[in-house]
Structure formats: C-alpha cells, structure tokens
C-alpha cells in the first residue's frame, strides 16, 4: 500500500497528531472544535454490488486528511491506492470476484478531519458480488435454427457446445481485404494461431477487381483446411443517396469536411419498388453466390450480418440498418434470413446476432436488449462487441445476454479490441463461447497499435482453457 502522509494543511492544523494503532488516542488537550462524519458510501452496508466494480468511496461532511500509517483493508488485505479525492472523499482501488462476501473496513485513525482536531470514527461495509453464474447446458437449444444445416455446420455447431462454458474459441480478423495478414500477425506474437478467423464483405461493389475477389475463396479454404473456422461479417455498403457512386454503411459520412446522414433507410429495403429495395436485392444476390461458393467446398460459416445494428440505444444507430430502429432491424434480419435460406438455399450458416448493450455509454437494460432482440427462431448464437480495457472481466456484460435468451442459446464475444481475463470469466461462470478480436492497421500496415500492448495474445492463447488451431477438429 502507499503511504500517505497528512496533507501540508492538516499537519498545521493537527500538530499533535500521530497514528501509530488503531487503539492509540489522539494526544491534544482542548475539545475538539466538531466532529467528522461520514455522510456518504459509494457501496451501503448489504449491498450487492457488479464484480466488475473498481473503486469504493466513503465521503465525509468536512475535509479529510488521511493517516500515514493505518491501513485501510478489503477482506483484511490492504487496498490499492488509497486518496482524498475533491477535499472530503476518500477513494479506495478494489478488485472483485463473482459470488464473494466482502468486507471493507477504514479503522478509527485512518481519516482525520482537516481543522476538527478529532478522527472520524471506523467505518465498516459488508457487501457482495452476488451468486457465481452457473451456464446449465441443458437449456442449450441443441440444434441449429435452419433445419436444413449441412454435416459440416452442424458439426462445428456441437463443437462449441460441447465445450461452452468450460473452454473458449480463440479467434481473430484476419485483416480488411480478404486476407489473414492480421492473424498471422497474431500467430508470430503468440506463437499459436487462434482458432477462428475473420472476413468481412465489405468490398461487395468492388468485387471481382484486381484488388479484390470474394470469388477467389482460397484464403478461406486455407484457413479452414489449416484447422480454423472462418467467420463472416458483413460491413454492407450502400448507396448515401439515390443514384449517388458514394457508398458506406455508417449512418453519418464525413465527405469534404462535411458529416452528412446516409439518406439509404433500412425501412424502404422490405418496400419493393424503392430504390434502397432494388440496390439491397440485388447486392443479396451477388453475396449469395459468393456464400454458395464456399457451401460448395464444404465450409461452414459463422455468419454475422447487420452487427451492432442498435449503435448506442439512446445515442443512436452508427449503421445504416438501424436508422429506422429496433423494430425495422427485425424485421430485416427475418428477411435476409429467408432470402439466404429460403431463396439461395444457403445451409452453411451458423447465424449470430450482435447484441448492442449501450445505452447513454453504460450498460443497457434487459428490456432494451429484449425489445432488439429478432427471435430464438432465426438466431443461433448471441453475441456482444466490447472495446474495453485488457484483461478485465466483463461478467454484467455476459449476463445481460445470457438473460435475454434465458441460456437457450450460447453467448460470444463476437467482436472486441483488448482481450478478456479467461481465468476470471470461468470462475464468475461468464465464459464467452468465443472470442474475435479485430485487426488494426496503424499507418497503413498491420500492427498492434491500441490494443492488446503489453503480450495479452499470448497470455490468452496460452491458457489451457482456450481452444486454438489444431486443438480440437472442426
């Protein structure tokens, strides 16, 4: 623990002031002028708090200065990194596990009030985490939702139940044009290859080029034949207006220094006889055979179209296919469901849908989630993007998805930036499906740049409760 000497003010104030144990009185002769007392707790007496929760505060009605040498404790262990935060509040670092009873204690010569000439008295706080998620199997709808699944989906299907829960499928994008760049990257910092890797369809208009054609799958049947899943995201770039050659997916373009709407709503794509109707049917169809393609060699897919289609629940869509809201959403997962299916008889598909838990910038609630949610009946996974920071344990994240589908379908970390703790995630019961990491080009070149900085590539993948290429047959 760091040990804090009473600020310049407070040792005028209280020359005679010394902590040396906790029994040991405060040696001053004239009464004090008031008493210090606590007015606030981040975490009350009883409370069940998120294992994800990093600080506690105790606040009190007048300045404070803290003791040199008494230690505040978590559990009889001293915190992390105890200070004065805004004159009067006192600011702890803690770290949680799920399922834990805790005890916070600041004993009765730690806090002394700036110009009181008394300390505060002890403060106490029993608190938990709550009960350790348990992922009961049982409810797993066994079966992928399109009954028509070919062998080899059905196949990778059973593989990651099996080992949901118990062990996590490392994955990786292999970078931005139809290439797997990135992930080797990853295998030469790691030394292991992970087993899932990234494509994306985002040059749909631009293929087949001499720069890039999705009609070429020999990147994705290497992977597949190396011992990797690969898995398809669908970044679906769309005309910003009627006629317009400027295609994005982002729902606000900047273009000469200038932020615009993309004027491509998702609702007119279920009205036939809209423009936004003929350019989405058509581009379904050029992204079904490229799909077919790769059904034809025997591969199957996990298939991750209209990700992140809420963007932030109260800040709005950041893609085109949620700027009509929820409601639309749905109702276009449903139709591109059926017209992959249905129409293009694609049986390879193992269909995710990206939960979006934002709301404001924090977690969104259940009945949000829900009212986003397209149905059991067209939804194989379940899975959240998350851009936090490394190695922490994103459990209230895991929960709200596992909630919204009453565990009847597995939860994954289909996108992030920084790795999670493996370790923690499988004590708290949390232990996402799989994981994707995206790539990062700083530059121009692929590298590490954000993300995963200080060796967490191999951290992860060298834990044995994560799956990498080679580990386990697809």
Known sequence: MKRFAYILAAAMILPGVSACNQDHEPEWSETAPFDIKVVETSITDGQEVSPETTEISVAYDHDIALSQTAVITLD????????????????????????????????ANAVAGVGSKTFAPEVTITFSTGEINIIDKSKLTASLVNANATAQAKKLFEVFISNYGEKQISGVMGGVAWDTQ????????????????????????SSPSNWIDYGDITPVKSVWEAGSVPAMTWHWNVPIAEGSSELNASQKITIDGNEVENQFKASNVLVEGTWENTVATADV?????????????????????FHEAAGDYSWGAWFWWGNSGVDVTKQLWGWLYDKLTVEYGLNNLIWVWTVQTSNAGQLASADLVKSAYPGDDKVDMVGADLYVEPLTNQTGQFELLYNLVEGKKMVALSECGNLLDVESAFSDGALWSYFMSWYEMPDGEYGFKDWNLNNEWKTVLDNPRVINRGDVEF
């Open 285 to 305: 169809e050029k992204l079904a055979g490229y799909l077919a393609l790769l059904q034809d060699a025997g591969i199957p897919v996990i298939w991750r179209p």
């Open 182 to 205: 990135f992930s080797d990257l990853v295998y030469q910092a790691a030394g292991k290859y992970p087993a899932i890797v990234g494509f994306d369809y985002i040059h749909l208009a």
């Open 76 to 107: 009889g262990v001293a915190v992390g990194d105890p200070r004065v935060v805004d004159g009067n509040r006192l600011v702890a670092d803690i770290s949680l596990s799920k399922g834990k009873r805790y005890v916070f204690h600041i004993p």
